[in-house]
């Protein structure tokens, strides 16, 4: 990888390596802690590696200065029928796996053998994690390894009954402290997980590694929830909690509503409303550009998603983690821009969220 090109892709048909595109066209990376992340890069038609790309089962390993920032199939390619055109390929980070495969109840017995409602699974995030995606990988006969269990995270409790993974272990594994990685190593993906650090330094425009960017505040979406757990009609179980500090900092009441039917246990309805809460908490959320030297920059040793970072504005200091950064090059500029925090005027993240929510509420009725 030559000095001014910052980004290098590795090109794999399956497991096989088939070549490398030392020079793609602008290539548009946006990296996540805790949610798939994915990509896109253009590439001339009539590249050495354009035919490898197009095959089902391509996949890639994208590289920025020399640091992998993420490993995953091609999943779209965009081009118009001209030989000599560009054509655009999209990415998918195979952190896809926790979304697209499915927690069995007992996920080392055959379908007919499901004779438990729910499996239940209670401990470490970390290690709830690395159980349950090991199971299903061996469920599934798919090459995944899962590095050494180190017990990180506060304890977590989740449920599954046929649930996409993803859906079950977040947002309780994000609240306990611990962030998820998946990614090719050898013939198959390794996963594992890292604890949420502190990043040292504060960033700002007075330090120089700020030079502009916007922010959001957002008020709270939930103070209360009411969790429905068991039973049905007059019979189901109902449980409230409220958070008495926010109500009364933004003088204000707003009720959700929690389904916890795959539970009747008083803990794992209070696990429920804290999620709601947390979720429904008021947002701050930073989007910062950033000025990038040989001391400092995103990635490698320095900055990198999953920090929990402060930053200081207009004299105004937020402290959240960095949810994701929106990388880009297209010849003229190497641009990083992190996003601290949730934006709550980010029309394709709010977009998003609310689909997941839906997909999530479908799935649960599926599984009941």
């Known amino acids: 990888m030559t000095s001014e090109i910052p980004y290098e892709i590795l090109v794999y048909r399956g497991w096989d390596f088939k070549g490398w595109v030392g020079r793609p066209g602008e290539v548009k990376p946006v990296v996540r802690h805790n949610v798939k992340s994915n990509a896109t890069f253009a590439l001339d038609a ?28 091609v999943r779209l390619v965009n081009g118009p029928f001209m030989d000599t055109a560009s054509l655009t390929f999209s990415v998918e980070d195979d952190f896809r796996i926790l979304n697209n495969w499915r927690a069995w109840p007992k996920p080392a017995a055959a379908l007919t053998g499901q004779n438990v409602e729910y499996r239940t ?39 599954f009954r046929f649930h996409p993974a993803y859906d079950r272990l977040f947002p309780a ?22 604890a949420v650090r502190e990043y040292p330094h504060r960033l700002s425009p007075d330090a120089g590694t700020v030079i502009g960017g916007t922010y959001s505040l957002a008020a709270p979406t939930a103070t209360r929830v009411v969790v429905g757990g068991q039973g049905e009609g007059v019979a189901r ?3 409230g909690f409220s958070d008495v500090a926010r ?19 008083g803990d794992v309805y209070a696990d429920r409303a804290a999620e709601t809460l947390a979720e429904g908490a ?18 490698g040793q320095g900055l990198r ?6 930053a200081e504005i207009r004299g105004q200091f937020f402290t959240d983690v960095l949810r994701e950064v929106r990388l880009s090059w297209d010849g003229g500029g190497d641009v990083a821009t992190p996003v601290v925090g949730e934006r709550a005027d980010d029309t394709d993240t709010l977009l998003a969220k609310r689909l ?10 599926k599984a009941y």
């Open 46 to 73: 009539d590249h050495v590696r354009a035919a490898d790309l197009r095959q089902p089962g391509a996949r890639v390993m994208i590289y920025r200065h020399g640091a992998l920032q993420m490993t995953g199939p």
């Open 305 to 310: 998603v999953g920090d929990r970072v402060t």
């Open 121 to 159: 699974i209670t401990g470490p995030a970390e290690t709830v994690v690395k159980t349950v995606m090991a199971e299903n990988a061996a469920r599934l006969g798919y090459p995944l390894a899962i590095a050494p269990d180190q017990g990180r995270g506060s304890t977590v409790n989740c449920t």
């Open 356 to 365: 997941r929510a839906l997909q999530r509420d479908n799935a649960d009725r």
């Open 173 to 194: 594994v994000d609240q306990a402290g611990i962030g998820v990685t998946v990614r090719q190593e050898g013939a198959g993906l390794l996963l594992d997980c890292y």
């Open 247 to 265: 109500e009364a900092e933004w003088n204000d009441i707003i009720e959700v509503f929690q389904d916890a039917r795959d539970s009747s246990t």
């Open 237 to 239: 179980t109902f449980k």
């Open 282 to 299: 008021p947002l701050a959320g930073l989007s910062l550009e950033l000025t990038e030297t040989d001391h400092f920059r995103y990635g």
